[in-house]
């Protein structure tokens, strides 16, 4: 099976692979092709990255580029979908995107060990041949979560942020191209604030988020899945299906609710990146 480089068709091999979706009410053809033609940039390979990147891989998005510093350990394997027993010891984004291009030839996932930071950003995400359709926040620190929101806006790219703990998450998806607000007008300064412990505590905010709180398997999976299901209706419908809307689900009632959001004339990081 031949990748295509051609954005404007669909080969056999695609047609057959992606068959059940293009059959979808309100998905057809040029849906599937706009997925073809994506990029994504996925900062996290771990509880959230893996389901998430694994259903966009599947879907058909052309390109899915992970970044994540750190390598597997034993206790990822619970609910780090991409990975197995053998592998502990390897880096995350290369372990994943490998595994991604393996269950779908069809489509380019690569991986970059690496740190995010402001100042990397625009060579690491690779901007110079063109912004990312969408940016995934994957991450479990909020150290990391206000470096991709501030990137975010700076940019104007697309940001699509979950997180899981324990038995809850939260899910929203911010476009900053339309200034509706971003992570930072929803959470404030609390972000700032933990962003700040967390720096100082860097080896240690996986832990913190974790090892003290615990997360169950499933946690992971239902978000990194709600994760893709919002992305792929992003990009394939240009639809925003949490257009000022913040997810909030809750395992452990089965309950999901939508609280409303908006721009917060005082945002800082809005104010300063404007
Ligand atoms: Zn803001």
Redesign the pocket.
């Known amino acids: 099976m031949m990748q295509s480089t051609d954005n404007q068709s669909l080969t056999d091999d695609e047609l057959l692979r992606y068959t059940r979706q293009i059959l979808l009410d309100g998905w057809d053809i040029d849906a599937q092709l706009r997925l073809k033609a994506a990029r994504i940039v996925m900062i996290g390979a771990g509880g959230l990255g893996c389901p998430a990147s694994e259903t966009l891989a599947r879907a058909g998005v052309g390109q899915l580029h992970l970044i994540d510093d750190d390598v597997i350990e034993a206790s990822n394997l619970q609910r780090q979908t991409l990975f197995l027993p053998e592998d502990i010891g390897q880096a995350k984004a290369l372990t994943a995107a490998q595994m991604l291009n393996t269950i779908n030839p069809l489509i380019k996932a690569f991986g970059t060990v690496a740190r995010l930071s402001i100042d990397n950003a625009y060579e690491l995400l690779d901007m110079a041949s063109g912004l990312p359709d969408l940016l995934l926040d994957c991450t479990d620190n909020f150290a990391t979560r206000d470096i991709i929101n501030r990137i975010s806006?700076r940019y104007k790219i697309p940001l699509l942020s979950a997180s899981a703990i324990a038995m809850e998450g939260q899910l929203a998806l911010f476009e900053p191209q339309l200034n509706t607000?971003?992570y930072?007008?929803v959470f404030g300064d609390a972000t700032v604030a933990n962003a700040a412990a967390s720096d100082q505590a860097e080896q240690t905010a996986d832990e913190r988020t974790c090892a003290n709180s615990g997360v169950l398997a499933s946690t992971t999976a239902i978000m990194g899945s709600l994760q893709a299901n919002a992305a792929l209706q992003y990009l394939g419908l240009s639809k925003n299906p949490l257009a000022g809307k913040l997810l909030l689900w809750d395992g452990s009632r089965m309950q999901q609710r939508l609280m409303g959001y908006r721009?917060?004339e005082r945002?800082t990081?809005?104010r300063e990146l404007t």
């Open positions: 806006v607000g971003c930072h007008c721009l917060d945002c990081v809005c």
